[in-house]
């Protein structure tokens, strides 16, 4: 590695000549979060500072790095990319992060995104993270955006198995893969569980089942971006097998990883579908629970009318023989009925005739 150079480009302040330009000021920062150096599959070193890691890699051009950050710095992209030669539009693009998954190569150097993800049992949610790859011909560097997927686990497997890590670079990518798709299994397990408890919140009228089923469907369409591109970029990665002579147990162990991704992918596809056909079954029993309480306020309405129709026919009758009382109950002088004899007689008769009427009226409306 002692040819590499760094790229003038990557420098945004001059720099005196006797400072080398692979010692940037920044290596100390925390964000490096592990960086060794191997040899035939077996770590010789673990150095302290990026700084560090580059002379020993110097030193040992047999070597490979693996360097590990999470949300570095810009100074940070910007010191490896010069010891590396990586390309701008790939840090630029480690560094603003929120990438979708995509697998592009520039000269010697892959650069890989991937989504990685993780069920939290407590919120009974999905949260996603982001994490960027480039491949070299001695390196690999990961950069973590997010809590997941947790590449310890990655370096400590390979680490038990030298004869996979003296592969290389590829091998090193090839498990990350294999992390990452395996992480999604849980994932799928968890979502799983939360449309089986979807339908039964359904079917039980769960008023609030409706913004689960919506807030799911959004992390499911996350899910799909995370998921669905993986396929086509294994396909591509496997593509290449000849041209770049791939050794064949690596073949083998990304094909495994494709299968993995393709199964994931279509479990992804069918539960966007099953929360879609929940929505509308819900969107249904809305809709009739809806109309039965509105058929069941009509009926309660048309029976109210019913009661009130009888009171004010029976108010209707009993109001004639009133009137026709007060009128008679004024006791003037001039009221010539006063001294009739048949007076009271025609009165009482009067009100007979006025009520019966209103009642005979009243029943054939059918308000009685």
């Known amino acids: 590695m002692s040819d590499r150079r760094p790229r003038a480009a990557w420098r945004r302040h001059p720099e005196p000549q006797s400072e080398p330009a692979s010692e940037p000021r920044a290596t100390d920062r925390p964000s490096v979060v592990q960086a060794s150096l ?38 940070e992209l910007h010191s490896l990319a010069a010891e590396f030669d990586l390309h701008e539009l790939a840090v630029e693009d480690a560094l603003e992060a929120h990438q979708r998954p995509k697998l592009e190569r520039y000269g010697d150097t892959l650069f890989v995104v991937l989504r990685a993800a993780r069920y939290l049992d407590a919120q009974e949610e999905v949260e996603f ?65 939360d449309i089986d408890e979807i339908e039964t919140e359904v079917f039980g009228g769960d008023p609030a089942v409706s913004r689960r089923i919506y807030e799911l469907s959004r992390e499911m369409v996350e899910f799909q971006r995370a998921t669905r591109p993986l396929v086509g970029m294994l396909h591509g990665l496997m593509a290449g097998f000849a041209k770049y002579g791939t050794d064949e147990e690596l073949q083998r162990y990304l094909r495994d990883v494709a299968d993995h991704v393709t199964h994931t992918s279509e479990r992804v596809d069918g539960f966007r579908q099953a929360l879609t056909d929940i929505l509308t079954v819900n969107a249904t029993l809305v809709t009739q629970q809806q109309n039965a309480e509105m058929r069941a306020l009509a009926e ?15 108010a209707a009758i009993l109001f004639a023989p009133t009137l026709v009382g007060t009128i008679y109950g004024m006791n003037f002088d001039n009221m010539p009925e006063l001294h009739w004899a048949g007076g009271y007689p025609f009165a009482v008769l009067l009100m007979a005739v006025v009520c019966v009427s209103l009642y005979v009226v009243f029943k054939k409306k059918d308000w009685l």
């Open 300 to 314: 309660a309405g048309f029976e109210q009318n019913e009661e009130i129709k009888k009171i004010s026919s029976w």
């Open 129 to 193: 993270g982001e994490l960027h790859i480039f491949v070299g011909p001695d390196f690999l560097i990961t950069v973590r955006h997010g809590a997941a997927p947790d590449l310890s686990t990655v370096r400590r497997r390979m680490e038990e198995d030298p004869d996979l890590l003296a592969l290389g670079p590829e091998a090193v990518l090839y498990a990350i893969l294999d992390a990452v798709v395996d992480g999604y299994a849980p994932v799928v397990a968890g979502v799983q569980n």
């Open 38 to 75: 191997y040899r035939d599959g077996r770590r010789v070193s673990s150095p302290a500072t990026l700084a560090d890691t580059f002379r020993q890699l110097r030193e040992h051009p047999d070597g490979m790095a693996w360097i590990g950050l999470q949300r570095p710095t810009e100074a």
